[in-house]
């Protein structure tokens, strides 16, 4: 499917596809965060837009508009995106570009999955941009009040994703006991043997779990129920540039 973005004005935003790292899963011991594949998978399931103009933004507390004072860092060829468009501690980002996706898919526009920034949450966003003739905004609520809150340059600041319209009306959310149906229960209850079979063999020095380090169940797909689709990557593609 085509997801298309016409700038509006001047230079189009920068946009990259999302990787996978991030530098507090760098951080934790061995890098053992990225054994979590859903998060590696949500890391990169989408394109993050970057922050242009280096700044640094604070609010006082208040609901009005001047509650926030934008400071931003003077650069060459960068353009300042942030403002305080609707008060009450909110951050807004401009984005100059239109973005159309294919007949029934909307837009997630939401903070970069998993990218934690202390004293600003994103706000997350659902915009039908199939039809829409209107730009949308990314905005971040302030937590924490006199804190100033830096954003670099190619800092992200938004990411986005498509989702087919309806589809969360259409699922059918339903409670079933587990012992009347053997083929689910069958498979969990192997897991979950072989589960405290292994990290109670984890304590144990020398053991084939300590050399494994962790099970690799899910994240190599291994049950008799894993599909062929399974993934443990994703990879989405570039942005091309305008004809």
């Known amino acids: 499917m085509k997801l298309v973005c016409y700038p509006t004005s001047g230079a189009?935003?920068?946009?990259?596809?999302?990787p996978v790292e991030r530098d507090w899963m760098?951080?934790?011991g061995a890098a053992f965060a990225y054994r979590c594949l859903p998060l590696n998978i949500a890391n990169a399931h989408g394109w993050l837009i970057l922050n242009d103009a280096p700044f640094v933004a604070q609010?006082?507390?208040a609901e009005s508009l001047d509650a926030i004072r934008i400071e931003a860092v003077e650069t060459e060829g960068?353009?300042?995106l942030a403002s305080s468009h609707f008060g009450n501690g909110v951050l807004t980002f401009h984005i100059n570009g239109l973005f159309r996706t294919e007949p029934e898919y909307d837009l997630w526009v939401t903070g970069p999955t998993n990218m934690v920034k202390d004293g600003i949450q994103p706000l997350t966003g659902i915009v039908e941009t199939d039809w829409s003739p209107f730009t949308f905004t990314?905005?971040?609520?302030?937590?924490?009040?006199?804190?100033?809150i830096a954003f670099e340059r190619d800092e992200p600041m938004c990411m986005i994703f498509p989702l087919p319209r309806g589809l969360i009306e259409?699922?059918?959310?339903?409670?079933?006991?587990?012992e009347l149906v053997p083929e689910v229960e069958g498979v969990y209850?192997?897991?979950?043997s072989r589960r405290l079979k292994f990290n109670e063999e984890l304590k144990?020095?020398?053991?084939?779990a300590q050399m494994e380090k962790w099970q690799k169940d899910y994240f190599s797909g291994r049950s008799v129920n894993a599909p062929a689709s399974h993934r443990t990557k994703v990879k989405v593609k570039p942005f091309k540039p305008a004809d």
């Open 78 to 80: 960068a353009s300042l």
């Open 170 to 178: 259409r699922v059918e959310p339903e409670f079933q006991l587990m």
């Open 189 to 192: 209850r192997d897991w979950v």
């Open 26 to 28: 760098d951080n934790t």
């Open 59 to 61: 609010w006082n507390g």
């Open 12 to 18: 189009p935003p920068r946009i990259v596809a999302a």
């Open 204 to 208: 144990i020095h020398g053991s084939a």
């Open 138 to 148: 990314m905005n971040w609520l302030f937590t924490r009040k006199n804190a100033p």
